[in-house]
């Protein structure tokens, strides 16, 4: 009889990190479809389901990242060259790219913001999800992301807008040890009385 893991789901989770590092193989098929959704699992007021994820692997990505240099040329025409090249070389040689679609109703009493934050709920599950299955990532954005020509692209007309890419692939290197706040300086208890201070507001100023 195999033995039961001693990792639980939650040490996963705590051992998540983002990297751009990433090689082939990627999720496909059923578990590329549990990835996402993951995603659909976010919380979603008013139940409208905003998330619009758009997949972009193999020829596709040189492709896609034509675009992707010609919005960050016209949002950002100042930009140097090599800022340029590093976007192309990013979007063409990731194994994997998920853009993360807004499909937004500005009209419906849910206000935008918490139809937005569904979304990067969404966008954070996926990381996750991503993680627990043996994969990595990292959330990109930029000026570029707000270019209507490349929205286009991904299907988003206005109103709809864009979070960003998640980059995805497996992991070049074993992920390192990040060093993350402690917890105890961003978490208080109210006592009912007076209001409360944070350790980390005090590190801040």
């Given at each position: 009889m195999a033995q039961a893991s001693s990792v639980s789901p939650l040490d996963v989770l705590l051992e998540r990190s983002s990297t751009g590092d990433l090689v082939a193989p990627v999720p496909q098929g059923e578990v590329l479809a549990r990835i996402?959704?993951?995603?659909?699992?976010?919380?979603d007021h008013g139940h409208l389901c905003p998330?619009?994820?758009?997949?972009?692997a193999g020829d596709a990505r040189p492709a896609f990242a034509g675009h992707v240099v010609a919005a960050v040329a016209r949002q950002e025409p100042d930009a140097p060259e090599k800022k340029r090249e590093k976007r192309r070389r990013r979007f063409s040689e990731t194994p994997m790219v998920i853009a993360l679609g807004m499909?937004?109703?500005?009209?419906?009493?849910?206000?935008?913001?918490?139809?937005?934050m569904a979304v990067a709920a969404g966008a954070m599950n996926v990381l996750n999800a991503l993680h627990m299955e043996?994969?990595?990532?990292?959330?990109?954005?930029?000026r570029f992301c707000e270019?209507?020509?490349?929205?286009?692209?991904?299907?988003?007309e206005a109103p709809h807008r864009l979070a960003g890419f998640?980059?995805?692939?497996?992991?070049?290197?074993?992920?390192?040890?990040h060093v993350r706040p402690d917890v105890g300086d961003h978490v208080a208890?109210?006592?009912g009385q007076t209001p409360v201070t944070?350790?980390?507001?005090?590190?801040?100023r």
């Open positions: 996402l959704s993951a995603g659909l699992r976010a919380p998330w619009r994820y758009v997949v972009i499909h937004l109703r500005p009209e419906h009493k849910v206000p935008v913001m918490e139809q937005e043996g994969f990595g990532g990292v959330w990109i954005s930029g270019d209507r020509s490349l929205l286009s692209q991904l299907g988003l998640l980059l995805v692939g497996t992991p070049e290197k074993p992920e390192r040890a208890f109210w006592d944070f350790g980390a507001d005090g590190r801040q």
